[in-house]
């Protein structure tokens, strides 16, 4: 978990792009709870054509190595697999797929009255996750944390380059990272300092840009506060009105009955 966290840190600071941060960060399932519908349950996705590849060849991997080397290994040994044999293992989806939407069908006839029940509380709940998803995304967005290193610097000069000489992929960034950690410890001390001196500039003007944001964040939501302030008080001096018009209308009958 802790090596998880350390990756998204690292990936978020090389600034990999926002779509990407967000999709690893705001895993909305962890935070908004699928509804329990009582009843029988629907039928699983199918696993993709990938997932059908580790199956098949997870059995075959040295039991010395650990399941993050497995699947290092099994995701260049998909980015080598020749397009036939890709195409057996999109067929065997795409007959999964067939028959995961046959016994959904099923599954929706099977509902009854219930059917439209079970519809709006999966709905709501995409959409809940959306709104989690994009609420923590538009948090972020044109916020940068002001602790930036010299070896993170160092990361973002040198992470791409490194990615393209083994090839790109999402699963040879921790190859990648493990190889520049090396590669920064051999530095000289000269072009550290270097570095620590760029990431200490980067961190005051970051500071001085999120204090800004800040600042006209705090002014956009006093000035909707007021807005809201502003229409209390209206309503409230029109319902005195209102009662104070009532209330001499009332005086008024009561006059004319006595005359």
């Given amino acids: 978990m802790a090596g998880l966290l350390a990756l998204r840190a690292s990936m978020r600071l090389l600034g990999l792009g926002e779509a990407l941060t967000c999709s690893l960060s705001t895993s909305s399932s962890s935070f908004v709870k ?47 697999c020749p397009i036939t044999e890709k195409e057996n293992y999109r067929e065997q989806y795409m007959n999964l797929k067939t028959e995961y939407k046959q016994k959904l069908e099923q599954f929706m006839v099977d509902l009854g009255p219930k059917k439209e029940e079970y519809v709006a509380q999966l709905t709501a709940y995409k959409h809940k996750k959306e709104d989690f998803r994009k609420a923590v995304c538009d948090k972020r967005k044109g916020i940068q944390g002001n602790n930036m ?21 999402r699963e040879n ?27 200490s500039l980067v961190n005051s003007e970051r500071k001085a840009k999120n204090e800004t944001l800040v600042e006209k964040t705090v002014k956009v939501e006093s000035a909707s506060k007021e807005k809201v302030g502003d ?29």
């Fill in 149 to 169: 290193s010299g070896y993170t610097l160092y990361l973002q000069d040198n992470f791409a380059a490194s990615l393209d000489a083994h090839g790109g992929g």
């Fill in 231 to 259: 229409k209390k008080t209206d309503t409230k001096e029109a319902a005195v009105s209102k009662k104070t018009k009532e209330a001499s209308a009332k005086k008024a009958a009561v006059a004319k009955d006595t005359k």
């Fill in 34 to 80: 699928r509804p329990v519908f009582e009843g029988p349950m629907p039928p699983k996705r199918p696993p993709t054509e990938f997932a059908i590849f580790v199956k098949t060849n997870m059995a075959a991997m040295p039991a010395e190595l650990s399941i993050r080397e497995k699947m290092q290994k099994l995701g260049h040994m998909w980015k080598s």
């Fill in 173 to 199: 960034v921790p190859i990648v990272m493990k190889e520049l950690a090396g590669r920064w410890k051999e530095l000289d001390e000269n072009t550290k300092l270097g570095y620590k001196a760029r990431a």
